[in-house]
């Protein structure tokens, strides 16, 4: 079993749908959850950081973590095109590691 | 501040080439990383630092050698390089392990 499970897509959304991209995890260590997104030939980019469970909102876009469930989602409200890009999870503060634990990417295809 | 950087952008390599892949950051972070990319494979860490002269294997590092002499560089070498090595490689920093990670753009690497 991996550490994290993330659904590879592509997911496809019209303009202005709301969007749910999900993580499930593993390890129930993890302390810190962040949602990277990644535009095609770019590299990854901090898009959302979560420490423990809880919400966090910004603009559009809200992260939920559920450690009861080792599960964790990112919310996109009215999504645009410019959302078209693959959103990676990852998570780190587990113990005895320097590492964080990146899932594979969920590829987003929002058309007009 | 230019964040992370990476050099070459692109290179093509023959089999059985060497080339070393450049990584800088100007953040002042201690720990630093590289990946790779594969298509829908997520990103998988080859080699990482925790500060200068301090480096350890990450989960691929076959056929790779690093060093950190300084806080600032990270390079990655490729010793005889094969068609399993063609692949995106993003080097990455961060202040604290397990926490936000800063990508550089990438590096495009064709091995033929």
């Known amino acids: 079993q991996k550490e994290v499970e993330q659904d590879p897509g592509p997911l496809s959304v019209p303009e202005g749908a709301i969007v749910s991209l999900n993580c499930t995890y593993s390890n129930s260590a993890f302390q810190y959850f962040m949602w990277y997104r990644q535009y095609s030939r770019k590299g990854p980019e901090l898009l959302m950081y979560?420490?423990?469970?809880g919400n966090k909102e910004d603009g559009r876009f809200t992260a939920q973590v559920d450690k009861s469930s080792k599960y964790i989602s990112l919310f996109i409200r009215d999504s645009q095109p410019s959302d078209s890009a693959t959103y990676l999870c990852a998570m780190g503060g587990a113990y005895n590691t320097d590492k964080l634990i990146f899932g594979t990417g969920t590829r987003l295809q929002v058309f007009p | 501040n230019a964040g992370v950087t990476q050099t070459p952008k692109f290179r093509i390599l023959k089999i059985g080439q060497s080339m070393t892949l450049q990584c800088t950051q100007d953040m002042n972070h201690n720990y630093m990383y590289w990946y790779r990319q594969d298509p829908g494979m997520g990103l998988k860490l080859i080699y990482y630092?925790?500060?200068?002269?301090?480096?350890d294997k990450g989960e691929v590092p076959n056929g790779y050698n690093v060093s950190r002499s300084t806080t600032e560089d990270f390079p990655l070498r490729l010793e005889l390089a094969a068609p399993s090595q063609t692949s995106v490689y993003f080097c990455?920093?961060?202040?604290?392990?397990?926490?936000?990670?800063?990508f550089g753009p990438g590096t495009r690497l064709l091995v033929l």
């Open positions: 979560t420490y423990s469970s």
């Open positions: 990455a920093s961060s202040y604290r392990a397990q926490e936000t990670q800063y």
């Open positions: 630092s925790v500060g200068a002269g301090i480096t």
